[in-house]
T-cell receptor, first 115, second 114 residues
Framework: GAVVSQHPSRVICKSGTSVKIECRSL??????MFWYRQFPKKSLMLMAT?????????EQGVEKDKFLINHASLTLSTLTVTSAHPEDSSFYIC???????????FGQGTRLTVV | AQSVTQLDSQVPVFEEAPVELRCNYS??????LFWYVQYPNQGLQLLLK??????LVESINGFEAEFNKSQTSFHLRKPSVHISDTAEYFC????????????FGKGTRLSVIA
């Protein structure tokens, strides 16, 4: 099946710094990718929809200036957490669907810890 | 818009016993339905999906789910669980277009007891 690769799997950063997370579709082109955030023992909360070549669409309550999304190619979307704070610590997961629909393929997730 | 309700947040069950994880959805349009499994500190893995055709879908590891349109349900079942089935299970729904995200339920923690 299709593969979505997310990197890094785990990152620890100091408060005030920025962290970039990459999401790649390895064997298919994804015009749209999705970024989710998962709190401990909670479901996945959609943060934003990343569109290749255009601005991302953010869900209500998600700060677009804090969570910068760039979808520069058909196989790569990045999420940058800017000026990270401890409350940004979470598990971030990206996903992509093929253009024709069907299942979503998920990256391995990134565990972000801000200290 | 779509929504998903997983009625049980935790389901403990003894090894080799049957289990059912419940999922109900709401949508004003036709949808795809999915069950994903998540192990600790990992991403989500597709367990099974309903896209069209037969309403009973099966996975390779013994799980099955049945799409019931009249009851707007997609319950997950397994006749005999193993310790290795212990995980978080998420039901999800999406519109048919590939450009729409999946909407997830809150998840059900399945704990298999030896």
């Amino acid at each position: 099946g299709a593969v979505v690769s997310q990197h890094p799997s785990r990152v620890i950063c100091k408060s005030g710094t920025s962290v970039k997370i990459e999401c790649r579709s390895l064997d298919f082109q994804a015009t749209t990718m999705f970024w989710y955030r998962q709190f401990p023992k909670k479901s996945l909360m959609l943060m934003a929809t990343s569109n290749e070549g255009s601005k991302a669409t953010y869900e209500q309550g998600v700060e677009k200036d804090k969570f910068l999304i760039n979808h520069a190619s058909l196989t790569l979307s990045t999420l940058t957490v800017t000026s990270a704070h401890p409350e940004d610590s979470s598990f971030y997961i990206c996903s992509a669907r093929k253009t024709g629909g069907g299942e979503a393929f998920f990256g391995q997730g990134t565990r972000l810890t801000v200290v | 818009a779509q929504s998903v309700t997983q009625l049980d947040s935790q389901v403990p069950v003894f090894e080799e016993a049957p289990v059912e994880l419940r999922c109900n959805y709401s949508s004003s349009v036709s949808v795809y339905l999915f069950w994903y499994v998540q192990y600790p500190n990992q991403g989500l893995q597709l367990l099974l999906k309903y896209l069209s055709g037969s309403t009973l879908v099966e996975s390779i590891n013994g799980f099955e789910a049945e799409f019931n349109k009249s009851q707007t349900s997609f319950h997950l079942r397994k006749p005999s669980v193993h310790i290795s089935d212990t995980a978080e299970y998420f039901c999800a729904v999406s519109a048919l277009s590939g450009n729409t995200p999946l909407v997830f339920g809150k998840g059900t923690r399945l704990s298999v007891i030896a």
